[in-house]
């Protein structure tokens, strides 16, 4: 796995490539698109209109403003009998995974079924259906040998992935996400409030706003690395996400 470097020429270099990217009219689908991070990445790819079918697949029908209802194709599922489905994940070229919850939200085993089982079930029946290109955000310090419930799930779920042998395969390791959630996490909030705080100073390698983390999922997908499967880290989804903003 190879951590991406930007180079100077990288606005250019995205553009043309974004152009490309388009003309081939490619769809995509989006796990997780009600959460945080999930939003900000439909809003992202509507606006940057590089796929000519978006779908959503989820437990329940979303509301959007606008036209975008016009834009979006919506599957609604049941994650616990995702089998039933198959023919959600059918005819995708890519999908954005930005599926997951908490343990102190959903328990220790609704953390590992929603993080762990619906996320590689997913991978799985898109890569059945045709599916080439996986991203898949994950976390800091994500390591499957990790001592830390979290980080180990992240880690084997990366690796689970992996191994299913995507054509692209990208993972997005942001730190802490700057980001007004409408669900308490209060030893999240008070981390953000006090990041927030520090990165109008200067910069730092410990949070990122979300909006950056959904701008490099997008940016990235048009990219053509040089290896099948990559991780972009903290400093690299920034490198990106910002890059995007100029």
Known sequence: WFTSLIPVSYKYQESTLEE?????????????????TGKVLVQELLERNIFSKITLIGRRQLTFEGKANEQLVQEVVDFEKLDDYAAAFQGHDVGYCCLGTTKAKSGTEGFIRVDHDYTVKSAELAKAGGCSQFHLQSSRGADKKSSFLYLKVKGQVEAEIEALGFDRYSVYRPGVLLV???????TEWLARKFLNGFTSVCSTSMAIPIQVVAKAMVSNTVLQPEQKAEILEHKDIMAVGKSAEK
């Open 20 to 36: 490309n990217f388009r003309q081939q009219n490619k769809s995509c689908f989006i796990l997780g698109a009600s959460g945080e």
């Open 180 to 186: 007004d959630r409408q669900e308490s996490r209060p």
